[in-house]
């Protein structure tokens, strides 16, 4: 008895050493009844042959944008029509920023501009060519068109190199293909975040505030959006633009932001507390400037209140992320505050360092919660962001199902 064909798949690499990888891919698409056909570029023809691929698939492989053995001379057109989605395995760099800018030079970027199934694609680059924020922003752009993104993954690079750029492994590229199981771990999933400093007035023109961009809190709403999650951004004052579809909300003092974070957290799935935080704020706001006068002045400071420890006490409580920057024993205060905070996850960096942390558009985070850790080395602050996501979807998915057995 013949198995039943699941998914007509459309895979197509383009010019990278991964290529060789694709060929795995096809096995295993064929080997759990996808049917599968094959486009190469003609830069992946140099690393990869067209007959290794007809063996594995079953079928002629497509490499020219105009075939006169098609019937009407439009084999993009029928391949586009054809397949049940599309995945680009290797993509390079360069077929990234074709995808992007809409270009339609070759078979597969036409390809791409005629497929109106979902579109996959698994980068794999060089590690800087990848944290180029070029490469970053028509990542975003293709997500933004709704692509999704699988990978990269972080080791050993052909060049010798090591760092985030490796294509996604084969199996791990089918099952996110036949599954979903990857795909969209927050479908259907409410998250607030808080992000980006307060500013703490002391009289109508000068105020309290700190170092924070902002850029990390934005990168986890747009991660979390991209992983099928409804997003409200409580955000300070920032020089940012909010990722599209995001509910935004725009505060300036920590008192405003914790009256909206805290009348919205208990209707969410996931808190993240991101945002620099003034710990504390002028006792008296004075209402004219304050003239330079004394040589010396002291200025009075209030606590304000923990928006993240008040949120982590509610009755009907999200799933509390908390964030700590420190100067010394990281992972000793970090693990404190997730304690005594009452949080479910704590993600801590160092700040004051050479790179990394604030202003700064990579990062490095230690991620600690009750049963366990993680280490994320120093990237982009947008590929952190996917990470830590994909981190806290996981473990919110244990939280459930040790509540819900």
């Given at each position: 008895m013949v198995s039943k064909i699941n998914k007509k798949i459309l895979l197509a690499v383009s010019g990278g050493i991964a290529a060789y990888k694709t060929a795995e891919l096809a096995r295993l698409l064929r080997k759990k009844n996808a049917e599968v056909r094959v486009v190469l570029t003609h830069a992946a023809e140099k690393f990869v042959t067209p007959l290794t691929f007809q063996a594995l698939s079953g079928h002629a492989v497509a490499t020219e944008l105009l075939d006169t053995e098609q019937e009407n001379a439009m084999g993009h057109i029928n391949l586009a029509r054809w397949a049940d989605l599309l995945i680009v395995a290797p993509a390079t760099a360069d077929i990234i920023a074709k995808f992007s800018h809409g270009l339609a030079d070759d078979l597969l970027s036409t390809l791409y501009l005629a497929a109106e199934c979902p579109v996959y694609i698994a980068p794999a680059m060089n590690q800087a060519m990848w944290n180029k924020t070029v490469t970053q922003d028509n990542i975003k752009k293709l997500q933004n068109h709704g692509v999704t993104i699988i990978g990269p993954e972080s080791g050993d690079q052909a060049c010798g190199e090591q760092g985030f750029g490796r294509m996604s492994e084969p199996e791990e590229i089918c099952n996110h293909l036949l599954t979903g199981s990857s795909s969209s771990p927050l479908q259907g999933k409410s998250v607030l975040i808080s992000a980006g400093p307060t500013r703490e007035p002391l009289d109508p023109v000068r105020y309290i505030s700190n170092r924070?961009?902002?850029?990390?809190?934005?990168?986890?709403?747009?991660?979390?959006?991209?992983?099928?999650?409804?997003?409200?951004?409580?955000?300070?004052?920032?020089?940012?633009?909010?990722?599209?579809?995001?509910?935004?909300?725009?505060?300036?003092?920590?008192?405003?932001?914790?009256?909206?974070?805290?009348?919205?957290?208990?209707?969410y799935d996931v808190y993240i507390g991101a945002a620099a935080v003034a710990d504390y704020s002028?006792?008296?706001?004075?209402?004219?400037?304050?003239?330079?006068?004394?040589?010396?002045?002291?200025?009075?400071?209030?606590?304000?209140?923990?928006?993240?420890s008040a949120v982590a006490h509610l009755k009907q409580r999200p799933f509390t992320v908390g964030f700590a920057a420190e100067t010394q024993e990281l992972e000793k205060y970090a693990r404190g505050k997730l304690e005594r905070k009452n949080l479910d996850m704590i993600a801590a960096n160092w700040v004051g360092k050479e790179s990394g942390g604030f202003e700064d558009d990579n990062n490095a985070l230690q991620v600690f919660w009750h049963q366990g850790k993680q280490n994320f080395e120093m990237m982009n602050k947008k590929r952190l962001a996917e990470k830590l996501i994909e981190l806290i979807a996981e473990k919110l998915d244990e939280k459930n199902t040790t509540k819900n057995p």
């Open positions: 924070s961009s902002g850029k990390m809190g934005y990168a986890l709403a747009e991660a979390a959006i991209n992983q099928g999650a409804s997003v409200t951004l409580v955000s300070g004052p920032v020089s940012l633009s909010a990722p599209a579809k995001t509910n935004l909300v725009n505060v300036e003092t920590a008192q405003q932001m914790y009256e909206e974070v805290l009348q919205r957290a208990g209707l002028p006792d008296q706001i004075k209402e004219e400037k304050i003239k330079k006068q004394a040589d010396r002045t002291t200025i009075v400071l209030r606590k304000n209140k923990d928006i993240l």
